[in-house]
């Protein structure tokens, strides 16, 4: 097997991307902006020149195994990024075909909560574990399941969207898929600040949080509030604990997972969330499931945690046939 | 491969057992009371002796590859019997281990609903396809997932317990595992039971239900009136469909099955329960999983069904080590 992996992160703003070795260390990495080319064969070609660059500087023509592609509703099984996503070319766009094209190399893409699910199990606090739940808490909620070893892509590829859980099945507030009472609605980073709205306006207790223009309060306000006494602030993480707590105990009756893995930004609030989300997640669980789960942080070092989880899956990119998709479904075109 | 598997389905009241070919076919079967023995030695000396007489009357012995078993509460990577089961023997009861010492053959078991899973991906309505989840409508609600062609049985061999998925999460019902708001608690036949019990309590139309000793109306009086046309009874179809419809919707963001096979005395209400079912499924679904999952019925026959599932399962018992269980998980004694 060829030494290194390509791993990409493609984000709305920047496309960040990395050499990472069979160990997880990332090599070297740069990035690009995403949205600098209107056309998608330009973008391509700019990634192609810059990833050489490194690749060359590194010494690694020609050692490369795979590219491993973190997208937003990238498809493993189609290899395609679908429709409805905030980037700049017409979609459904063939990325791993065009990518393959350029590169030589075979490629394999996925979401992006489902790369770092895979990441986490190669390089992170879940290796060495068969049955988990990553659940990353950023602008949205995301996740990837891993089921005996094995990361969940459902019949058509799009399995695991636990932030569109409902978990508010009355009165539940809008979420940005059109729907009400989802997951993502109140525990992303977005739905903390929602939160903090609504109890400001509710509630007539002091709090520091007032102090600020009440449409531009994030996440962040909260915390520092928070880390700061302000019981209102505190109140907030209890609430928003409370809830993804209930959520995960509503997951261990589908999946049974040995561990809950959190990442993104919410999950640095540490025992502010945690506490609250683990005393909920217990009192909620279904008796045969009590104290088993274990919920953790992630292990990967913020900044090279997008990259390693793409990466990850370069390993499994396999030229010239799908990455062991059912048979039902198309075989990806992946190779040259 | 020997041609024959041995199905063995133990329920609160019977055990049933038959004889079954690798084409699904039900060779012979027969029954023992599963409450006649105090000691469990006593009622395996029993069924040993009448699985026996099955099979030297059909000419069997030394054909049978393995024997399956669906039991309440049965753990696959354990072989036991684990605690709060409604069966007259302390548990746990290494139940794998005693069967297959007395029977000198390979034994697998699983829960009921895991079975019905299996049976209906090796003989049923899931022939071929690689993700779907299996429920039973009956005096509880079980389910069964298959994901990638895999039962998922998680971390700890109990996953799929999706009757105890939280539907209502203020002021639900009682639920018989302690909590309140379970799928269960609605949408078994005791739920709709108990929701007749409701409507006709906080609800003033008529209804010939009204006619009926009001703690002694089952689903099937719920039914029979429907099918003549009382609105109340059709209501009460509607709510029960909906709710389950709801829950699909929720489970569809964990797996993207492409199908829910129902199975159970609910599950022969036909379009009373399948109509609302269906609609408040679709309604609910998250936009890029609208229109992809199909609600199909078991297609195993009634009388054969709780057989054929057991004895699915006793192709994949295999002797002296565990059925494929994580290596986390310590190796089931299935050999003698």
Redesign the interface.
């Known amino acids: 097997m060829k030494p290194y992996v390509l791993g990409i992160d493609i984000g709305g703003t920047n496309t960040v991307f990395g050499l990472v070795d069979a160990r997880g260390v990332v090599i070297a990495s740069a990035s690009i902006k995403t949205q600098k080319h209107a056309k998608i064969d330009d973008y391509i070609d700019e990634l192609y020149r810059e990833a050489t660059r490194l690749i060359e500087a590194n010494d690694a023509q020609g050692k490369i195994h795979g590219i491993g592609i973190g997208a937003p509703n990238a498809n493993y099984f189609t290899g395609t990024i ?1 429709d ?1 996503v905030n980037l700049p070319w017409p979609t459904p766009i063939p990325l791993a075909q065009l990518m393959s094209d350029k590169f030589g190399i075979p490629v394999a893409i996925t979401n992006d909560a489902n790369a770092a699910a895979i990441g986490e199990m190669t390089y992170g606090a879940a290796r ?4 988990f739940i990553m659940i990353t808490l950023g602008t949205g909620v995301g996740s990837g ?1 891993v ?4 990361l ?11 932030g ?6 009355n009165n539940g507030r809008l979420c940005g ?3 009400t009472g989802c997951l993502e609605a109140y525990c992303s980073a977005t739905g903390v600040a929602r939160t903090a709205r609504e109890f400001l306006e509710i509630r007539t207790e002091s709090s520091q949080l007032r102090n600020l223009p009440v449409d531009q309060i994030t996440s962040k306000d909260v915390y520092d509030a928070a880390m700061q006494g302000d019981k209102l602030a505190q109140e907030i993480f209890e609430y928003t604990g409370t809830i993804l707590g ?1 959520a995960f ?3 261990m ?6 561990a809950f893995i959190l990442f993104g930004g919410l999950a640095r609030s540490g025992e502010l969330l945690l506490k609250p989300l683990r005393n909920a997640m217990e009192k ?1 669980m ?4 009590q104290g ?1 789960a274990k919920v953790l942080l992630s292990e990967l070092k913020e900044a090279d945690a997008a990259i390693l989880g793409a990466s990850a899956l370069g390993w499994e990119a396999k030229p010239a046939s799908a990455p062991s998709a ?3 479904v198309p075989a990806t075109p992946l190779a040259q």
Request: glycine share 14%; with cysteine.
């Open positions: 679908e409805g060495g574990l068969k049955d399941i089921i005996n070893g094995q969940v892509y459902g019949h058509d590829g799009f399995a695991g969207e636990l569109h859980m409902i978990v508010k099945r898929c059109g729907r209930e105990a509503d997951m009756v589908f999946s049974s997972p040995s909620s279904l008796k045969c499931f088993k059912p048979s039902a």
